[in-house]
């Protein structure tokens, strides 16, 4: 053979047995294997009516890139931020179109209960009971019950709305309020006195109602303080009550005396005036209460004291809830498994929940978060660098737990009719209550 | 084929937006569906329950009152309005009608923040004003016979500049020598708006008292927003039940039993503005 026939030999002899080499089952395998070291990239979206949690969540993300434990790569979360009412009606608008879904989705907790009639939850949203399970005795139960339907769990609360008493201690010394009123049944006889000065205790949302009027809620949490409800955990109306009668009873007594003040809506324009013209003195309100401070009266910061919130002399618990948005994962999300690893390690961990205070202000929801020094060491920079989580720590173990039915919001919708009777005066109490219940008992036959 | 081809568009879309809707809407009113389970039929129940709803017929009555508020006074003020700015004697003219247009253009939640502070009892400019005059405040919100005039006060201010519009082109088309006749032949101002104006004005007034009408029969915004349909119902009208049944409570047979009444009501209140400004007919 001359050289160039040899040369071309060996090319075509070389280039057959890379062929079979490349082509061969165990080179696919290697590559395979190569191949399986590529993390799928994944961006999750998300339909919130506030952003906070979405840009928490991103940063959690970049953690788990950075840890590399995950099989997936996170790229910032995308959040939608509806208004508060269109959450669901968009949710379950897309859901029943099967289209356009996001990954996951902010559920506020009054909003829960469209998801529970005919037990939509089960079709829309993914089932995290058997994920949780393992870890449900470390999480308060009243920031899981709230998102149930038939003992399956749904979403995740994203903050433990523990609801305690802002004051000025300033203005309480100048009118010689003691720093702690035990009961409400004494802050009504020091009211009198107090509101005839133009000063009051907290302010009541007295309007027409509707779904950011307050109205229905602030009522609901002080029900839940006296330790009453509107259903009990069955489902069963529970509504007419001594509880319920009370509850309303205090509001009453208290916006006749002057002990509170009556505002069209809650967190609405009046109530941020009676703020700043100095008219209220103190607030009941839960943890996020904060924010109609730091944004109404940032020029306040400093004059600002959190303490346990008064009781019911007759019984209950020392503290409530008002609000709270849980977080779940659609069920027709193209990512429920990224999903859910991002949603776990962000919430379901120590780390994620302390961290999630530091970057929201949202309470946890972990047992052990407030048993933590370093996170319970926190000062507040609002309040004059009060250490209010040790409040809140004391608070955490006995809160009341908002149980939810199908019929929620018939039963808001009726207490904002009856209410606004209530305070009005063209109703007692006790009538307005019966009437309320009456109205939800015949949603609940028909 | 061409000139069917050029109108298909057109009935394309009204049914796939219009006509399709509604008939859904009809044949929804017979089931009970919360839009994601499978629909029950119920047959007349939904309706038969509507009669029974004290919220519906608290929200039927309130609807009907707006209506009457917008063809008695807000349609009547509009039109007044269109004259004096019609004079010739008035200034600034595209000033005055740019305010009194502007309202229309303004965000329903900004409307609804300014008044909820003018009604507000404890700090409202309304309140203030009556302390001034030495009068008690008024609850105006929290109220049922106030806040219907709240919201009331607020649908006339919001639409009487939107309305003007109309009546203010419709006089700009009434022949200025017809008018001047009437003046050299005697007539007062209110003779030679009565007999000159006034009727050729009518088939504009028609088209304004129908769409005011529709308008008002589905007023939604201003009492969601001021009062949530409160206190007590007093304010909600049929469109926020609808709103309230469908997409709160997920009662999509019901929500659509209700607005299939609103759209017998509205229709039959058509035709009879329709007869009553003879529309369509000679003068």
Redesign the interface.
Known sequence: MDTFSRKKFLRVAGGATLGLVVTSPSAFASRSRLLSKKKETVKLTMWSHEGEIAKFLSRRARELNAAGTSKYVFAPVEATVIPL?DVP?KF??A??AGTNLPDLLAIEINAFS?YM??N?AQ??LLDLTDEVDPVRAQFFESSLDPYSVGGRLYALESAYTLCAYYYKPAEFKKLGIPKQIDTWEEMLKIGARVGAKGKHFTTIA??????A?G?SGQFIMFLLQRGGGIFDSSGKLILDSAEAVQALDLLVRGLKNGTF?????LF???DA??LQ?G?MIGHEGADWWKFMLTRNAPDQSGEWRLTPMPQFSKGGFPTSHFGGTGYAIAKGSKHQEAAWELLSYSFLRKRGQIQKFKETFFLPTLKSAFRDPAFLSYKDPYFGGQQKLRLYAKLAPDSPTQRQSPFW??AT?AL???L??A??L?KTPRAAIKAAAAAVARSMK? | MAPYLFIAPFFLLYGAFLLGPTIFSLWLSFHSW????PMEWVGGRNYT?LLDDP?FISSAKNTALYAVVALCILAPLALLLAVVLNARTVRAKDLFRAVYFLPIVLSPLVIA?IF??I??????LANAALRGLGLEPI?W???PLW?KAAVIAVIIWRYTGYVMIFFLAGLQNVPGELREAARVSGASQWQEFRYVTSPLLRPVTAFIAIIVLIGAAQIFEEP????????????ISVAQFVY?EG????NMGYASAASVVLFVAIAFCTFVLVRVFRVGREL
Not at chain 1, 206 to 211: D, M, P
């Open positions: 009412a009606t379950l608008a859901a029943s469209r009639k005919s939509i079709r829309v007295t309007g027409g109602g509707g779904v009027s109205l003040l009556a505002v069209e809506q609405g324009p009046t005036t009676a013209t008219k919001a018939v919708q904002d009719r009856e606004s009777e305070f009005a063209r028909a | 919360d839009g994601i389970t329950n919220t923040i909820i502070l009604f507000d009892k404890q700090f409202g609850a919100l929290s109220t806040a969601y927003i001021l009062t949530g349909g409160g206190p007590a119902d007093a304010t309230r997409l709160t409570n997920l």
